[in-house]
Each structure stands twice: as C-alpha cells, then as structure tokens.
C-alpha cells in the first residue's frame, strides 16, 4: 500500500518546525478568509462558514478553532475531542468521516505533552514500521500501526521542536485502500491548513 504522502520527508521537518516555531497567528485573526491561500471563504446555505472546493477535490472544510491551534476538516465529519489541557483546553482532537472508514487527529498543547490517546494499543495493534528524523533540533517520528484484526491501518507524525518546547502530532486511520486513496488528499490539506496561535 503506498504511503508516500503519509512519509515524512526532510522538508516537512523544516515546515514542522516553522509551524512549531513561528506561532505567529493570533486567535483572533483565525477566519475563514485567512487559513489558506488555496481556500476561498464563502457563507454556506445554512448560515456558517465553509470553504470552497480545493484545488484537487470537491471536499467544503470547516474551520475547528481550539485555544492554541486551528485548522479546517471535512464539512459533516464528527468531531470529537480526547486529551484536555490544564485549563480544560482540546489538546487533541479525532475527526471521523460520516461513513467512518477513516479518520484524522491533531495533537497541540500548549507547549508540550504526551500524546497518549494516539501510541499503539498493544492489545489489538501490532507496530508495522517506525522512522526518527531530526535536523536543526526538530525530530519527527511517523509511526504505521495495523489493527490485529486487518480492519484498520493508522500512521501518525509526531514532531518535536526541543529548543522551543513545542510538540505537534497527526494522525491518520483507514480502514482500507480505497478508503486511504479517497481521503488521503483530504488528509493533506487538513494537515496544511493547521495555524499555531500566538500564546
């Protein structure tokens, strides 16, 4: 099953640690109109915001705002938050797509943390492959997890700026090959509209 889009590659630990690094977007200035340059911010007919088709899929996306991060998912994906912070913040979140063979998941305190929500089962999940990048005092650790029972594979990307003390996770679960090859672009651009808010 081909994961490359899934695969950390160098340049992602550089983009990794401008995200972690930068937190150069207030929470107020989270919108619709600034999360993207490759979205466009239109009022949808129920009354809420969404944002328009991208460039490769037909997929509308809704802005998810927690207290340190924000980022745009599936319009009619269930969203369901899991680790809180000290002040009762979502550090982590699951959004489940409506026929629920797959899923994604961010992971964002504050600072930093453990993401524990998210590291293998090893009751009903077996660890399938695990590679560590690390340049300029960023690593990136990209986990691929398979249920025992072949009804689901998941990856995560855990990255870690240690000079700043910042932590960011992603998640993405599937349960099959054309579940991976339908939300698999949707996946990427959830990834690349995620903004740090200034603390």
Known sequence: MNLVRCSVRLSAVMFFAAILLSGNL??????????????????????????????????????YRGMWYGLYFPLGWLVRPSLRGNRGEDDSV????????????????????????????????????QTIEEKEG?????????????????????????????RLVFGFKFHDASALKKYDPVYVYFKSSFRKFVD
């Open 94 to 129: 699951f959004f489940t797509a409506p026929d629920s063979t797959a899923e994604f998941y961010v992971y964002c305190p504050r600072y930093s943390g453990k993401p524990t929500d998210i590291e293998v089962n090893h009751a009903t999940e077996e660890q399938i492959s």
């Open 26 to 63: 207030s929470a107020s200035s989270f919108s619709v109109d600034s999360i993207s340059a490759q979205a466009k911010a239109k009022k949808s007919k129920k009354g809420g915001s969404s944002v328009s088709k991208s460039a490769k899929d037909s997929i509308e996306y809704e802005a």
């Open 138 to 166: 960023v690593r990136i650790r990209t986990v691929r997890i398979k249920a025992k029972d072949d009804s689901y594979t998941r990856v995560f990307e855990d990255t870690v700026a240690f000079i700043a003390g910042r």
